[in-house]
């Protein structure tokens, strides 16, 4: 599946997410990762952020997509992040 993943986190915790994040996903701008993960990376990276943030203040969205086949991606300006995981 195709997982799009946007937060918005207390700045202690913004490096915590955005590093286990980048174990399943690529960052493609700040605050946003995307990429194709299997069913069962997605319910581990849910698992493992949900350990990070704090649900009274901070907020981490999924937006998961079957398959690309019908959408289209385009950047305005710069292109930030990329295809590659850095651990």
């Known amino acids: 599946m195709f997982v799009i993943m946007v937060y918005d986190v207390e700045v ?7 590093k286990t ?8 701008q700040n605050s946003v990762l995307e990429g194709n993960i299997n ?8 698992m493992e ?17 079957r398959t690309t086949k ?4 385009e950047i305005m300006g710069i292109e930030k992040g990329g295809q590659t995981q850095f651990l």
């Open 12 to 18: 202690k915790r913004v490096g915590k997410v955005l």
């Open 21 to 28: 994040a980048r174990k399943h996903l690529y960052w493609v």
């Open 39 to 46: 069913e069962s990376s997605y319910k581990r990276l849910k």
């Open 49 to 65: 952020i949900s350990r990070i943030i704090d649900p009274d203040y901070d907020s981490v969205i999924f937006y998961t997509f």
């Open 70 to 73: 019908y959408s289209k991606r």
